[in-house]
């Protein structure tokens, strides 16, 4: 059971910040998130691309906004939990919360806050029937244990970076690798497609293009996928694994079904306090939440994220005395230690 | 009207049809007028913000307009998009104009 203060689900721009507001009054932070890498959509969708709207950056982009966010927090030590989904919550007796991943990874905290924006990304799967029925048993949407592909024959789907990017790396793997994709044109880094037309020109993998997937082929498991090439007769290709990597999709997911009142797929909070849900002691914060006036920016979630500490402190610390500091004053007592201050200013008399 | 809006007809993913006024003096694209109209979902459309980068604004023109060719991008999203046919466009990627007027589309499933 990972204890904390606060657990967070989602490690977005908005759940990384709240770990540093949530630093400065001394409360631990874990954060949940299904992705294997804290930023979120900055990280998983559009980390090359510039965003102009972030207060005293003209520009940033994306994924260097989670480096930076990471950094900031880093003195706070949050904990994660990556590459989960936050499935179930428990209110204990005692008001606490245990929140579980669909992997069984337990989290008890006193505070939860919701900082999932438009939900968990999960895999979008290609439209064949019975796709769902291979699932683990050769089809795999995620690469999480390159091993497993040792030896074998692999046939990957999909013409952006991730397609490329695991083509490259199971070349020196897998026994076959076979790449096919709708058209001739792949969208993805230079030298990824560079690297992928080398390993053609070799004939260390196979290009098929522009062609689709039409229908798997197996009983227990995988064992060959109708292939059909643009007005060509499908035919089938023999294979161990099929991988179809066709980006990511976010879904609400589990916590639709936590009691909280939901209105048009986002969580309703009070923003007249501290952004808290219907269920007390659990916050929405970010794109996730909604309330009259809600405008989904980051710089939205932060300032949320800041009112959801100090309502947080107050559960946390019942009747305790606080009062609000400036961190150029007070400066940043991190939890490992570390103490960042302002200067001294220089007293020196002038003769 | 404002004289500034176009009229154009969506039908959304039940199969609704609406008839809308839709502003070409605001710098607005078919995947906004969706969301402004509330049209789809909220979270099920425009996901990327507008990027091209997700798909979640696929839709198919019904009519017969000429509208501005496909850039490099949105080809390369429709690649790997589902329920993609020869009518589909990201509706990001359609800027609202008075060339639009008249417009039809239909919004392909939410996947």
């Known amino acids: 059971m990972i204890t904390t203060d606060i657990i967070i689900i989602g490690a977005g721009p908005t759940g990384l910040f709240a770990v540093f507001e949530a630093g400065l009054l001394k409360l631990k932070c874990h954060l949940i998130d299904a992705l294997p890498q804290p930023g979120g959509q900055c990280s998983e969708i559009y980390p090359k691309k510039p965003i102009y709207d972030i207060p005293a950056y003209p520009e940033i982009l994306a994924g260097d906004l989670t480096d930076k966010l990471m950094e900031q927090c880093k003195q706070f030590e949050p904990g994660f939990t990556l590459g989960e ?9 005692d008001g606490t919360f245990i929140v579980t991943t669909n992997k069984g990874t337990k989290h008890h905290a006193p505070v939860v806050a919701i900082a999932s924006g438009l939900g968990s990304f999960e895999p979008r799967k290609p439209l064949l029937d019975n796709i769902t029925d291979f699932e683990d048993k050769g089809v795999e949407y995620i690469i999480k244990e390159p091993e497993i592909y040792r030896n074998k024959n692999v046939v990957i789907a999909g013409g952006g970076d991730s397609a490329l990017d695991w083509v490259i790396f199971l070349a020196d793997v897998a026994k076959s690798v076979t790449l096919v994709h709708r058209r001739n044109e792949f969208r993805g880094h230079l030298d990824s497609v560079e690297k992928v037309q080398e390993l053609k020109n070799q004939g260390k993998i196979n290009l098929i293009t522009p062609a689709e997937i039409t229908a798997i082929v197996g009983n227990d498991k995988v064992q060959a996928l109708e292939i059909t090439k643009k007005d060509e007769a499908p035919f089938n290709l023999e294979t161990d694994h099929f ?7 976010p879904k609400l997911g589990p916590i639709a079904n936590w009691g909280l009142d939901i209105e048009k797929n986002a969580i309703k909070v009070n923003n007249a306090l501290d952004y808290q849900t219907n269920i007390p002691g659990i916050f929405a914060i970010g794109d996730g939440n909604i309330y009259p006036g809600k405008l989904k920016l980051i710089l939205c979630g ?15 610390n019942p009747g305790k005395r606080y009062v609000l500091k400036y961190t150029t004053v007070a400066g940043v007592d991190g939890f490992d230690g570390t103490r960042k201050e302002a200067p001294k200013s220089v007293v020196k008399t002038i003769d | 009207m404002d004289s500034n809006d176009v009229k154009i007809t969506i039908i959304d993913r039940d199969g609704v049809k609406h008839n809308i006024e839709a502003p070409t003096d605001m710098s607005m694209n078919l995947m906004e007028v969706v969301r402004s109209y509330e049209l789809a979902s909220e979270g099920t459309i425009g996901v990327c913000g507008g990027m091209a980068m997700c798909a979640s604004c696929q839709c198919y023109i019904n009519s017969e307009h000429d509208l501005p060719e496909m850039q490099d991008d949105e080809e390369a999203m429709l690649s790997e998009a589902f329920y993609v046919k020869e009518s589909s466009r990201l509706g990001c990627q359609i800027h609202i104009s008075k060339d639009l007027e008249g417009l039809e589309v239909e919004l392909a499933p939410e996947s």
């Open chain 1, 85 to 93: 989904r936050a499935e179930t919550i428990e209110k204990k007796e």
């Open chain 1, 302 to 316: 932060f300032h949320e994220a800041t009112l959801m500490c100090q309502a947080a402190y107050q559960i946390i």
């Open chain 1, 243 to 249: 991988i179809p990597l066709f980006g990511l999709s």
